[in-house]
């Protein structure tokens, strides 16, 4: 028992007064003499006994009296700890991702978490309450209880490690506060790596919602597996988390029309595929049928007006090579030599090849270097006897050059996995046991800037690049080189193309980076713009001469066939669809964790924090048993004779 006013227990000092009161009597009493006293001895004895037990009563009820007086004013109370004597700080993290859509015992996850969220925190106590998507710091319930009922699915999830850190960096500085964080999720299978609280006033609160069942099947991807002169095979996967489907309806619409239907049996996984024209717009959107989670029932994808990639090579040897490379259903492919190159059309382009030229005219190397600044790829294959310093002029504006020939035989062994162009499924696997390619001789190329994408058995570059310019050290001529006969020469000429020019996808992911070219002509100040229904958003984008670079990352945030305009001028489509790393509902067993308190109910975790720091006051209890005992010697001073 702890006391609010402990110093008024100086009080109990004043139960002196009455002991002394009843200790030392001060009246005086006179001798009056009687005849005969003796039949009044009896009587008299008995009076005196029953008189000293009575004041003795009444001593004592008078001292608990005043002694629960005392402490009634001093105002005790119990607590299970120290906790009281800290301020107190919550932060709450609440997982509105769309795997909350799934429905538990009382409707959606993430509804019934709001609900009992209002209902369980006091509506004066200071919060702070940490979504996927927004912060609302130092508030109360009744400030943002209309903004948690509007609380929509968010598309970009906070890794659960991530909002332990957010969480705690929502705390205050101040020292000897009580930190609760309560952790509201599903908590879909994840790796779970938080750090312990090793501070005493801080506890972790984990809350596991569950849904009442675990069946869900989504739209994973999908994509052309087949194209012809007159038609598109489009290919869809579909994934299954519960229960085997025997009929799944699959819907497939061009805008609003329903233009194909059909219907699959899916236990893990399913596809299916349908057939499209060739050589027209379809602005598309694979939809089925799934009671569970709605996010991953709708999939976006467009295909666009093909867009060819725009590539010159300029010529001092043979261009066959490329020819087959660059074909024509997907490139506007122009071969010049050099002495009849049109500068006019340089800007135009998205690739530019030099093959093999033995110098470069400082005229060519002005242009060259204004296109790369302007977005263009330029790919550098030396000859084998270059102008070295035309070539080192040209190459300074990539921090590069070449410095002595090499003329013994060298193998390209290594190749950079991790480099663009051959991290997107170039290859299935890493290979270490082909037939590589060599080269009879190759220029040392010097530069502490450039990315190696391909290097001989010694490790020096044969291929390499600074941002948009990708230099060859050694020429690829057949006399020099095995490199055109390698299956490496595809992949790597191909990719650098297609980096040149980024045309749109099927759709992107939103919440990941994505990156698209669009080939259009901007006046001074004009942006190109997102629209879909109401939603009107400027992306991030580059413009250069012939084209603009658009970024995009969180935003757009909800999943639609967007147009691209410019100002009123529509341009083409681009699709976004939610990431669907929610739709499997696989969960993490908690059981392990240590130092974190785990419940499936909300109601509960509030009401252990309010346990933990509840205050029971006494002094309403004093306060009745001292007017019990003022009822007490009433009756004793009444009825005890």
């Keep these: 028992m702890q006391f609010k006013n402990p110093e008024l227990l100086y009080a109990l000092f004043l139960l002196l007064i009455p002991i002394i009161v009843h200790l030392f009597q001060l009246r005086k009493f006179e001798k009056v003499e009687f005849t005969n006293v003796a039949f009044l ?23 608990l009296l005043l002694a629960a007086l005392v402490f009634a004013f001093a105002q005790p109370f119990t607590s299970k700890s120290d906790a009281f004597k800290a301020e107190k700080e919550t932060v709450i993290y609440l997982d509105n991702s769309f795997s909350m859509q799934a429905k538990g015992d009382k409707g959606e996850l993430l509804k019934r978490a709001i609900q009992d969220i209002i209902s369980n925190v006091p509506n004066d106590e200071n919060i702070t309450l940490i979504t996927n998507d927004n912060i609302y710091k130092n508030t109360t319930i009744n400030t943002i209880k209309n903004d948690l009922l509007q609380i929509e699915y968010a598309s970009n999830v906070l890794p659960l490690d991530a909002a332990l850190l957010k969480s705690k960096a929502a705390f205050s500085n101040k020292k ?17 790596n938080f750090t312990s609280i090793t501070d005493s006033l801080t506890k972790l609160n984990f809350v596991k919602l569950q849904p009442v069942n675990t069946n869900n099947i989504a739209i994973d991807s999908v994509f052309i597996s087949e194209t ?33 239907k059909t219907s699959v049996e899916i236990d893990k996984e399913a596809e299916t595929t349908f057939t499209l024209p060739a050589n027209q717009i379809i602005n598309g959107k694979i939809t089925i049928d799934d009671a569970s989670l709605q996010f991953d029932n709708t999939l976006y994808f467009n295909i666009n007006d093909a867009s060819k990639i725009n590539v010159l090579t300029i010529n001092a040897s043979d261009d066959s090579f490329l020819k087959r490379i660059y074909t024509n259903d997907e490139f506007n492919y122009t071969s010049t030599q050099e002495n009849q190159l049109n500068y006019n059309s340089i800007d135009k382009q998205n690739l530019i090849v030099l093959n093999e030229l033995n110098s470069i005219p400082i005229a060519l190397s002005s242009v060259l270097k204004q296109f790369t600044n302007q977005g263009g790829y330029l790919v550098v294959i030396p000859s084998n006897t270059i102008n070295k310093d035309a070539y080192n002029q040209f190459l300074a504006n990539y921090r590069t050059n070449f410095s002595n020939v090499v003329t013994s035989e060298k193998r390209i062994t290594r190749i950079n996995f991790s480099h663009p162009l ?3 499924g170039v290859f299935e696997k890493k290979v270490s046991n082909f037939q ?12 502490n800037s450039m990315a190696p994408a391909l290097q001989f058995e010694d490790a020096k570059v044969f291929l390499g690049n600074y941002q948009n310019a990708f230099v060859f050290s050694s020429a690829l001529n057949e006399k020099n080189s095995s490199f055109k006969n390698s299956p490496l ?44 229904n109401d939603i009107n958003l400027i992306p991030k984008q580059q413009y250069f001469n012939n084209k603009v670079m658009i970024n995009t990352s969180e935003n757009p945030s909800v999943a639609a066939t967007y147009a691209i305009n410019n100002k009123n001028e529509h341009i083409k489509n681009v699709s976004y669809n939610y990431n ?7 969960y993490s067993d908690l059981s392990n964790l240590n130092n974190i308190t785990v419940s499936n109910s909300i109601v509960d975790i509030f009401e252990t924090i309010k346990s933990d720091t509840k205050v029971n006051a006494l002094w309403k209890w004093f306060v009745i048993f001292a007017l019990a005992l003022l009822i007490i010697e009433m009756l004793i001073l009444k009825f005890f004779k």
């Design 41 to 63: 001895k009896e009587a008299t004895l008995q009076t005196r006994k029953s008189s000293q037990i009575k004041k003795w009563l009444i001593l004592l009820t008078r001292l």
């Design 176 to 192: 000897n506060t009580l930190r609760n964080l309560v952790f509201i999720s599903d908590f879909q299978s994840t790796n779970l």
């Design 228 to 260: 012809t002169i007159t038609s598109i095979t489009l290919k869809v996967l579909l994934k299954n988390s519960g229960v085997s489907v025997k009929n799944l309806p699959i819907s497939l619409f061009n805008d609003e029309k329903l233009i194909a």
């Design 422 to 424: 051959y991290s997107n």
């Design 436 to 447: 590589y390619p060599k080269v009879n001789s190759f220029y040392n190329l010097n530069s």
């Design 489 to 532: 020469i595809v992949p790597t000429l191909y990719n650098i193309a297609k980096q040149s020019f980024k045309i749109p996808e099927l759709y992107y992911t939103i919440g990941k980076e994505n990156t698209f070219d669009v080939e259009t002509q901007l006046q001074q100040d004009a942006v190109l713009s997102l629209v879909f």
């Design 580 to 586: 669907r790393t929610e739709s499997d509902l696989n």
